[in-house]
């Protein structure tokens, strides 16, 4: 397909964005003495081409690049810090009839387990405790940190990762979220989690955005 060839006011209204946007679109239409209405048109070709972005009660601003190419760049700029919820975290000693409990009561797939120094020492998901409460075991004298998966066998990430990064590491290893930790002197400290329905949340939000 060859590229889109734009009309006189067409380019006028790229360089009316370019220098101030975000501008909506009777600002726009101001400026080039015309009416809002006439302008329409050429303002939807601009966006859909991917020229122009549009956002409710903001305006117009320059994008330069087809949709596809925006979408993908918005994708490789997404952060776990920015979608991150707030971690479970429990102590080695807790029992693990505890931590069943407290996995239920705040609804997770996941617990992180944290020794003396506060720091990551491990994971507990729903698979640990169902195989451990098959047996016989009583499990109101059982520590966590004997059922857990332990250091360095934990799958973490960063606040600085990109959300791509962490989806591929969340598939690869079959699991339904990571930890979020920050390094210290220690060792590391959990401050989020990212989970498979926080990526979705994100993506979802990017359908939103382009009109998806």
Do not use: W
């Not at 080695?92 to 020794?115: R, T």
């Not at 059982?142 to 066998?153: C, D, L, Q, Y």
């Not at 959300?163 to 930890?179: F, G, H, W």
Request: charged share 25%.
């Amino acid at each position: 397909m060859s590229p889109i060839e734009l009309n006189k006011r067409q380019v006028e209204i790229l360089d009316i964005v370019k220098g101030n946007g975000p501008i909506t679109g009777e600002q726009i239409a101001e400026r080039l003495s015309l009416t809002r209405s006439t302008l329409r048109p050429d303002l939807a070709i601009l966006t859909m081409a991917g020229f122009l972005d549009a956002r409710p009660r903001v305006g117009y601003f320059y994008s330069g690049k087809k949709t596809s190419q925006a979408i993908s760049d918005n994708i490789a700029q997404m952060l776990v810090k920015d979608f991150q919820s707030i971690p479970v975290v429990v102590e080695e000693g807790m029992s693990v009839y505890d931590a069943i409990c407290q996995m239920f009561l705040e609804d997770v797939g996941s617990l992180f387990v944290v020794d003396k120094k506060s720091v990551l020492s491990g994971v507990l998901s729903r698979k640990d405790f169902l195989r451990t409460s098959i047996g016989n075991q009583d499990l109101t004298k059982m520590p966590v940190h004997m059922i857990m998966t332990r250091m360095p066998n934990v799958t973490y990430c960063l606040k600085e990762d990109t959300l791509i990064e962490v989806a591929n590491k969340l598939m690869s290893r079959q699991i339904d979220s990571l930890p979020v930790v920050k390094e210290t002197k220690d060792g590391l400290e959990i401050v989020g989690r990212i989970t498979k329905t926080n990526i979705t949340r994100a993506f979802l939000s990017l359908a939103d955005d382009h009109d998806l």
